[in-house]
């Protein structure tokens, strides 16, 4: 049994031993490099919500419509690059976004955790977006067109979802009703 405490006793001291330079080292680095202190601010620029609510960055020029089976509209729609805060740090939606369309019910709340459930395929609508994909730059706008084609009568309630390649999203609907 001593023979065993010996050995705990020298593996337990080189890790204390181990731990403490990579303290002193750590230390050391961050008072001669002040910088590295500041690239922990890259990470500071997460979305409020991170996602789960919109960011309100789609304004469309149309969001109720009254069509016929067959008969097609063009609706343009307008993603801004808009500025959000985090602490002093000015921060952006922007990058790489990709708008999707999708069926889902009468808006009523705006937590993504419970639209994004009840998303499905679009069904009973012709709908194409364009562009599909594109680049938002900060405080600009990127315009984009819905056409929108019904091929059956009902009631249809039509989100157009960007989703950020920083994990935000913004969505809007439209009301479409085909007679």
């Given at each position: 049994m001593k023979k065993w405490h010996g050995q705990i006793i020298f593996v337990s001291l080189m890790i204390l031993?181990?731990?403490a330079v990579i303290l002193y080292?750590?230390?050391?680095?961050?008072?001669?490099?002040?910088?590295a202190e500041t690239s922990e601010l890259v990470f500071s620029c997460v979305p409020p919500g991170y996602g789960e609510f919109s960011s309100n960055l789609i304004f469309l020029d149309k969001t109720v419509i009254t069509l016929k089976p067959g008969k097609t509209v063009?609706?343009?729609g307008v993603l801004t690059g808009k500025a959000f805060h985090v602490g002093n740090e000015t921060c952006y939606y922007d990058g790489n976004v990709t708008l999707r369309a999708y069926l889902g019910p009468k808006t009523s709340k705006s937590a993504w955790s419970y639209i994004g459930e009840k998303l499905t395929k679009v069904e009973g609508l012709d709908v194409k977006i364009d562009p599909q994909k594109l680049c938002l730059k900060p405080n600009e706008r990127a315009e984009f067109k819905i056409e929108i084609t019904p091929q059956k009568a009902g009631t249809y309630y039509l989100y157009i979802v960007a989703v950020g390649e920083n994990g935000w999203?913004?969505?809007?609907?439209?009301?479409?009703e085909v007679s």
């Open positions: 031993l181990i731990a080292m750590k230390e050391d680095t961050l008072l001669s490099h002040p910088q063009t609706l343009i999203k913004s969505w809007d609907v439209i009301e479409v």
